[in-house]
């Protein structure tokens, strides 16, 4: 049984991925889709052309890690795509940002996302692909955003070191945009919330994830959507992060 797992399928970007990955993989015998909202997979469900297993849970849950654990045992798929879509953010500064916050984004943005990774990898094979949705955020810390950013970083190093490890056998690709025009920014208190230099970078995630999955057919490292956003990236790689924080803080 040849499958596709999206974890955070019911966010804007996970949604789309359940879109996109069914249009261009009919093939696919099922989709896992993954997320706390199951009231919004089951809505998705009747858009999908292929069967959609709902699978309503929280992945930073050790009972619900377990329950996914005992399904990939009993069905033993052939994960051809993984997409680790699930992430939260909050923008506001350490300083005023409750705890619990804090620890929810780390364990969610990073702990789960390696949980989750790890133990799909033995189910998956020769081209088989793993996609990774990180941000533009990882490439430098980002003050009123730190703990967010900083979690992104870290998927993209992990990321990439997977990637070199994996090489030649299953293809790794990292998607990093910049702001999507998802629930994601609503969450954070909408458009309006975000420093007025990033508002002109916001992209439709529909765009992104059609870049991300031909990127990922590519078997590109890193998929960007944008050509600023491309910019930016090899900006972060030439500038001093303190030149370009001290630039940030001028803007704002």
Not at 72 to 101: F, I, Q
Request: aromatic share 8%.
């Amino acid at each position: 049984m040849k499958i596709a797992v999206i974890t955070g399928a019911s966010s804007g970007m996970g949604k789309e991925f359940v879109r996109q990955l069914a249009y261009n993989y009919g093939w696919l015998d099922e989709i896992w889709a993954i997320a706390r909202r199951g009231e919004v997979l089951e809505e998705l469900k009747k858009e999908i052309c292929i069967k959609v297993r709902v699978i309503p849970m929280d992945i930073t849950d050790k009972k619900s890690i377990k329950k996914l654990k005992e399904m990939l045992r009993e069905y033993k798929p052939y994960v051809k795509y993984l997409v680790n879509a699930a992430g939260c953010g909050v923008h506001r500064s350490v300083e005023v940002t409750p705890t619990e916050d804090c620890a929810r984004m780390v364990d969610l943005n990073c702990r789960a996302l390696t949980e989750i990774t790890r133990i799909i990898l033995p189910y998956m094979r020769q081209k088989s692909h793993i996609v990774m949705t990180a941000s533009a955020a990882a490439f430098i810390p980002q003050p009123e955003f730190a703990v967010y950013a900083a979690t992104k970083a870290y998927v993209l190093s992990f990321s990439r070191a997977l990637a070199r490890e994996l090489r030649g056998y299953i293809a790794v690709t990292i998607v990093c945009p910049g702001p999507v025009d998802t629930e994601f920014l609503e969450n954070m208190g909408g458009k309006s919330r975000i420093p007025s230099y990033k508002r002109r970078f916001i992209a439709r995630p529909e765009a992104v994830v059609s870049q991300a999955i031909i990127d990922a057919a590519r078997k590109k490292e890193i998929s960007i959507y944008g050509f600023s956003m491309k910019c930016f990236f090899i900006l972060c790689k030439i500038v001093p992060h303190r030149v370009l924080l001290k630039i940030v803080e001028l803007v704002l």
